[in-house]
């Protein structure tokens, strides 16, 4: 005749399952922190530091998303960069990126509208780098849509 569960022997399997289950989501941290760090990412600059300061003090968050969190209202971010063609044409893509952020609001009656921002030109030109640094994350086909 067998005999059911122990009580040694459940406790057995929940320190042995708790043990495992610990270790491997420390090995499954470790390895999503270092491929955020050496595959996922460029290297931080002060400047993209900076417009990632001016990205949250102007709380442009709580209109757009940037790779897929924030509020759906406005456009997705991190993309920009590509969609304003940054990779062929950098210069031209920042120069569209200023003029446009620097004509909002527009005017439009009837269209959601941006809210005028008084951004200097470094933190203009910071935000742009922050932007290009965002667009340069390796996001695995996210989001789904060019236009985000």
Not at 11 to 30: D, V
Not at 36 to 55: A, E, F, M, Y
Not at 129 to 141: A, P, R, V
Request: charged share 15%.
């Amino acid at each position: 005749m067998t005999e059911g569960l122990t009580k040694a022997a459940a406790r057995n399997i929940f320190y042995g399952g708790s043990l495992f289950f610990f270790l491997l989501f420390a090995a499954l941290t470790a390895h999503s922190h270092f491929y955020i760090v050496n595959t996922s990412t460029q290297p931080l600059t002060d400047s993209v530091r900076l417009g990632k300061h001016v990205w949250e003090e102007h709380n442009c968050i709580n209109c757009h998303t940037i790779l897929g969190e924030g509020s759906y209202f406005a456009p997705e971010i991190g993309n920009v960069w590509t969609r304003f063609g940054g990779h062929s044409n950098p210069e031209g893509a920042r120069m569209a990126l200023k003029a446009w952020m620097n004509a909002q609001p527009t005017g439009a009656p009837g269209r959601r509208q941006m809210p005028a921002h008084d951004i200097n030109d470094e933190e203009m030109a910071a935000l742009i780098d922050f932007l290009e640094w965002t667009d340069s994350i390796n996001t695995q086909g996210w989001p789904p849509h060019p236009a985000g």
